[in-house]
C-alpha cells in the first residue's frame, strides 16, 4: 500500500469513528454513503487490476486476499453493530452512539485491512490492487453495519 491510501485510509478511520461515537439518527433510508463507496471502490478496483494483468495475470493467492478482506469488512460490520448502542427516542427517530468497543473494533478492523493489503500488493508485484481494495471494503464494512443496526433498533424506545 501507498503511503497517500495509508493516509486517506487514516483521515477517512477519524471521520467515521468520530461520527460513530456520537449520538445521531440511525439512517432508516437509502444508504448513500455505503453506496458512494461502493461506487468508488468498484472504479478502483478495475483499475487496480489493470494496474497488474497489464504485466501479468493477478495471482491467485492475492484473489483469495482481496475474497478474504472483503468477507473480513463485513464480519467487523457486523460485529461493531454489537457494540454500538441504538434506541428510538419519543418521536419515534431511531438514534445510534457508537462506544468505546465500537471504536476499537474500528482501529483493528482498520490494522487488518492495511495488513491484508500490504499482502495483496505483495503478491501482485507491483500493482496497486491492495490499494484498489480500500473503497469496497469501506462499503461493505458500513454497509453490514448499518443492515445489522437497522435489524437491532426494531421497535426499542429507550437506550440499549
Do not use: C
Request: no cysteine.
Amino acid at each position: 500500500m501507498t503511503i497517500a491510501t495509508i493516509a486517506i485510509g487514516a483521515l477517512l478511520a477519524v471521520i467515521l469513528i468520530v461520527r460513530q461515537v456520537r449520538p445521531r439518527p440511525l439512517n432508516e433510508g437509502f444508504p448513500i454513503l455505503p453506496t458512494v463507496f461502493g461506487v468508488l471502490g468498484v472504479a478502483a478496483m478495475a483499475f487496480g487490476v489493470a494496474s497488474v494483468v497489464k504485466a501479468h495475470p493477478v495471482p491467485t493467492t492475492a484473489w483469495v486476499l482481496v475474497t478474504a478482506t472483503f468477507i473480513l469488512a463485513i464480519l467487523f460490520g457486523w460485529l461493531r453493530a454489537t457494540t454500538v448502542r441504538v434506541w428510538r427516542r419519543d418521536d419515534g427517530v431511531a438514534m445510534r452512539r457508537g462506544t468505546g468497543w465500537t471504536t476499537l473494533l474500528w482501529l483493528v478492523s482498520i490494522a487488518v485491512h492495511i495488513g491484508i493489503g500490504l499482502g495483496i500488493d505483495a503478491l501482485d508485484r507491483g500493482g496497486l490492487l491492495g490499494d484498489a481494495t480500500l473503497y469496497l471494503y469501506i462499503s461493505l464494512t458500513l454497509g453490514a453495519q448499518l443492515f445489522a443496526l437497522r435489524a437491532r433498533v426494531g421497535g426499542q424506545r429507550s437506550p440499549a
